[in-house]
């Protein structure tokens, strides 16, 4: 079992007294390999982490277990994070205490008000309806644990008690390009763009809407380890914060299998990206994706020599769920003067053609 440790990217600047250090996430990456990852293996899950490092400025170790196992049919990558939960007042006060960004300030003042979330919800028969009745999945969140520290909770994880692992396929090692000089071959899957993704998820970009869409009828509810009746759903924490920006229309948050949520920071008026929306009963993506034909990170997937770094979208979701970022990212409003611009360029040349 090896063990090395990543330090912030401008550690190197500490020597020079009269800087302030450069705040970053640091990482604590523990390998668990039988044999242990290769050098070439290492380095570039180090450069992944270095990446998330450069981006988020958040005083906050993540402690990771990652390397090689065997996974499923077509699956390069997984990540199981350590989950704690709160109450949904505890996050929305977490998150206006953290707000640093503009995008956190529309972010934390389009949360719902009260204490109980109301939301359009699958239920356990597989229907649907406005749930607003103020049960123990509109009161509680859950969030990994790496997110709990963004948001400032302590959270006593260490190399022993990891925030995640995070897991790549033996089937694929040799499937993997590991570094991206030269570019990654059009045969190969880039794996610094699957560690990154896979620390996305460990920071926090994930749904319960998978964890619904796994656990709904027809499974039997007691194969989740839950009553069978259609309010199955109803006396635990399903939600993670991520799901507080999922919406379907102006002011109807939708944390819903299927459907076409998308994500939100300003109460659903300005839809950022479109989320996926399931494996078994949305659109056959995991849920906690965005969805599958964007240039985004969090996409579901990547295909051979596709190489992807956290967009600004990407990035907005980190924001929104309690990380800080080192240079912000646009308010969704100035997204939406862009793409009002951009029409504007279309139709000028159309006119000018
Ligand atoms: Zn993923």
Same mark, same amino acid.
């Given at each position: ?171 694929? !090692? ?5 570094? $991206? @000089? +030269? %570019? &990654? *071959?059009?045969?190969? =899957? /880039? ?57 379907? !229309? ?5 944390? $819903? @299998? +299927? %459907? &076409? *949520?998308?994500?939100? =920071? /300003? ?87």
């Amino acid at each position: 079992m090896k063990q090395f440790i990543q330090r912030p990217l401008l550690a190197g600047a500490l020597g020079l007294a009269f800087l302030t250090p450069a705040q970053a996430v640091t990482f604590v990456l523990n390998d668990v390999s039988t044999g242990g990852m290769s050098a070439q293996q290492l380095a570039g899950f180090q450069a992944a982490a270095n990446f998330w490092s450069g981006k988020l400025t958040d005083n906050v170790t993540v402690y990771l277990d990652i390397g090689f196992n065997n996974l499923g049919q077509n699956i390069l990558g997984s990540t199981s994070s350590n989950f704690v939960t709160t109450s949904y007042s505890n996050v929305r006060t977490a998150l206006q205490l953290d707000a640093t960004s503009s995008l956190d300030h529309t972010a934390v003042s389009h949360l719902q008000s009260g204490s109980a979330l109301t939301f359009m919800a699958t239920q356990g028969d597989g229907s649907s309806r406005l749930d607003n009745d103020g049960s123990v999945n509109n009161l509680y969140l859950g969030m990994t644990t790496a997110n709990a520290k963004a948001m400032g909770f302590a959270v006593g994880t260490s190399t022993a008690t990891p925030d995640a692992s995070i897991v790549f396929a033996n089937a694929y !090692a040799g499937d993997f390009s590991y570094s $991206r @000089v +030269g %570019g &990654t *071959p059009g045969n190969k =899957v /880039d794996f610094i763009t699957v560690a990154e993704h896979e620390i996305g998820h460990a920071l926090g970009f994930t749904s319960g809407v998978d964890d619904i869409d796994y656990c709904m009828a027809p499974r039997s509810g007691s194969a989740c380890g839950i009553s069978n009746t259609a309010s199955r759903f109803e006396n635990d924490w399903w939600y993670e914060p991520l799901d507080l920006y999922r919406y379907s !229309a102006p002011g109807v948050a939708d944390v $819903r @299998v +299927g %459907g &076409t *949520p998308y994500f939100s =920071v /300003d109460g659903g008026i300005t839809s950022i990206a479109a989320f996926s929306t399931g494996t078994e009963h949305g659109d056959g993506w995991q849920a906690s994706h965005f969805g599958p034909n964007q240039v985004n990170l969090m996409r579901p997937f990547v295909g051979n020599g596709q190489s992807y770094d956290a967009s600004s979208r990407d990035l907005a979701a980190m924001d929104a769920i309690g990380w800080d970022l080192a240079a912000p990212v646009p308010e969704p409003q100035t997204w939406a003067m862009l793409l009002a611009g951009l029409g504007l360029v279309g139709w000028m040349r159309r006119r000018s053609a």
